[in-house]
């Protein structure tokens, strides 16, 4: 198993530019959670998802879209890119079962962003 | 008042040492908890969950204070390969979880 993957692994962007970063998994692991890591600051949590077709927003929603077709695939889009978002991504995913999950959360490698 | 409150450090300490990190949390009806590893320009990876009678994975200990609502992490005999930062985690309702911005720990030969 490849475990949690994301692509790219480094980007940088011009203000107002838009993009998505990919994340995949392939433990049919039904929860999948993006993070936003700053320093100083923690991981914060932007969306997750507990199975396809169900997204929510968490900590940080704002300037972030996601969608959720697949079990396996979490795109993150960015909208309109801003100085504010260069961060280091992580996306991740736990096993979530028949309303019942583990919490235990697997990390992807993590995009580092900067917006210029 | 942030979630989750942890003392940065840095933490130095020789091999073969005892080191704990504690952690602090805010919201009462918090409902699970976890210890992560974080190596340097790394993505974080589950050390263990926090049960509420405590639990053991070899060298790593930790332990629930729901009264005082803090979490703790003992680690025993110190090997330089627990060089890392080390985060506390909270889960609240539903899947909204908090993380602490970590401990740094180094193990020094």
């Known amino acids: 198993n490849a475990g949690v993957t994301q692509t790219p692994k480094f980007q940088v962007l011009k203000t107002g530019q838009s993009m998505t970063l990919q994340c995949a998994q392939d433990m049919n692991h039904e929860y999948m959670s993006w993070y936003r890591q700053d320093p100083g600051m923690g991981l914060r949590l932007i969306h997750y998802?507990?199975?396809?077709?169900?997204?929510d927003q968490g900590e940080v929603p704002n300037g972030y879209n996601v969608s959720r077709s697949t079990t396996e695939d979490f795109p993150l889009r960015l909208l309109s890119a801003a100085p504010s978002q260069t961060s280091v991504y992580f996306c991740a995913s736990s096993k979530y079962q028949d309303g019942i999950s583990s919490y235990e959360q697997y990390f992807g490698p993590g995009t580092r962003l900067t917006v210029t | 008042r942030k979630e989750v409150e942890q003392d940065p450090g840095p933490f130095n300490v020789p091999e073969g040492a005892t080191v704990a990190f504690n952690c602090t949390y805010s919201?009462?009806?918090?409902?699970?908890f976890f210890w992560y590893r974080q190596d340097c320009r790394k993505e974080p990876k589950l050390l263990m969950s926090?049960?509420?009678s405590g639990n053991e994975d070899g060298r790593f200990t930790a332990q629930l204070n729901r009264a005082s609502q803090y979490i703790s992490l003992l680690i025993r005999d110190s090997k330089l390969s627990d060089s890392a930062t080390y985060l506390c985690v909270v889960r609240v309702a539903g899947n909204q979880f908090y993380f602490g911005t970590g401990t740094s720990l180094t193990v020094i030969p």
């Open positions: 998802s507990v199975g396809a077709g169900i997204t």
């Open positions: 926090v049960y509420s």
């Open positions: 919201n009462s009806a918090s409902q699970s």
